[in-house]
């Protein structure tokens, strides 16, 4: 018999449902995500470093978990919210349970909710604190609680990787930047056979250039791009000597080093079906999206950076290009996983960018 399991929000709002996964209490950022698929990779996506997930399709765990669809090691979400979670998944590729997953991991579900309402609530008043924990507790301890814990700023600290390490190809050397890197980048990378260099996401500028690569590759990754201002410095430091592509975090960053300007959106994309409109050619690529910070259209005014794509839902920044240099950057995930593999070409695209800086390095030799 499952234990009944509650989750407060710091408005005071109480749902009570199933627990599942691992028997203990968390606080973090409520968010949603409205993909249909993708559970696995959804959960274990660093991005969500110190989050809450609350998924709004209704039936999840139904293909179980396998070993192949992680998008990192380690998760480090702080909780898992779903309206019905399977017990019994069925697929030729299942090897446990979603709940299996999340007590190893110590991680708290809660099932049998409304998730609908949640969902919402949260698009009405916008991400908010909240708390998984007993029915037992006393609710007025654990808001009062709840309310006095600041959530953590350091998140890409805790998800990037503490030393570098190589993941070997004979084409391009691409240093990749781990601010909470979605192994589905890499796999990009390497399956076009680049000899990628992954290194911590406070690696230095003259640390990038003495490993001599031929690009190099922001990736996405938790927070607020203003609480790493040490990529901020080193973006800067090497612009206009090494081609670069930046997504989703990494494509913030390269905002703000390019001297334009993020916010915190009301309640962020997230899911798999967001539509995005190249400005260049006027096509329409459906999107994988996860992220709380947006770039702010407004400031880009005042410098050398052009938005290249928007978002169709909200008008939202989901590309630049810088106009002297060689370096592109995008909002959403042409990596998928989960989601649509619309816009993977990006990946082709700076291959191209490696390939004819690298020709103009060599006729000027």
């Known amino acids: 018999m499952m234990m009944k399991r509650q989750l407060i929000l710091d408005d005071g709002t109480v749902f009570i449902g199933e627990g599942f996964g691992a028997d203990t209490g968390s606080v973090g950022e409520v968010v949603f995500n409205t993909g249909m698929t993708g559970y696995q990779e959804i959960s274990s996506d660093p991005s969500y470093c110190g989050q809450i997930i609350t998924l709004t399709y209704p039936l999840i765990g139904n293909y179980g978990i396998n070993r192949d669809d992680f998008e990192s090691i380690s998760p480090a979400i702080k909780g898992f919210i779903v309206r019905e979670a399977a017990d019994f998944p069925s697929n030729w590729r299942s090897e446990n349970t979603l709940h ?12 049998g909710i409304d998730t609908r309402m949640l969902t919402r609530k949260i698009r009405e008043r916008g ?37 570098a390490y190589p993941s070997p190809g004979r084409g391009f050397r691409v240093v990749l930047v781990d601010f909470g890197m979605k192994h589905g980048i890499l796999r990009e990378l390497n399956k076009r056979n680049c000899d990628v260099i992954v290194v911590p996401y ?13 690009g190099i590759m ?11 201002p040490e990529a901020i410095t080193m973006i800067n430091e090497i612009l206009g000597e090494i081609p670069l592509f930046g997504i989703c975090l990494g494509h913030q960053l390269f905002a703000l080093a390019g001297g334009a ?7 962020g994309h997230r899911g798999s079906n967001h539509p995005v409109k190249d400005l260049a050619t006027g096509k329409i690529a459906i999107t994988s999206q996860n992220h709380g910070y947006s770039v702010d259209a407004d400031s ?23 106009l002297d240099l060689p370096a592109f950057t995008v909002q959403y995930h ?29 006729s000027h030799a």
Do not use: Y
Not at 202 to 214: G, M, R, S, V, Y
Not at 218 to 227: F, R, T, V
């Open 300 to 322: 880009l005014s005042a410098t050398r950076l052009e938005a290249t794509h928007i978002g169709l839902n909200d008008g939202t920044i989901e590309g630049l290009k810088h």
């Open 334 to 362: 042409p990596e998928a996983s989960p989601g649509p593999e619309d816009a993977n070409g990006l990946f082709d695209q700076f291959m191209t960018m490696m390939e004819t800086e690298k020709r103009k390095e060599i």
């Open 261 to 267: 300007d993020t916010f915190k959106m009301k309640f």
């Open 202 to 214: 406070n690696t230095t500028a003259q640390e990038i250039k003495a490993l001599n690569p031929d």
């Open 127 to 163: 991400t908010m604190k909240g708390i998984i924990c007993s029915v037992e507790v006393d609710k007025e301890e654990m808001l009062h609680k709840l309310k006095a814990t600041e959530l953590p700023t350091n998140q890409v600290k805790q998800v990037s990787t503490k030393t």
């Open 218 to 228: 922001l990736s996405n990754g938790p927070g607020d791009p203003k609480d790493v």
């Open 100 to 111: 299996d997953l999340l007590e190893a991991k110590g991680i708290p579900g809660l099932s």
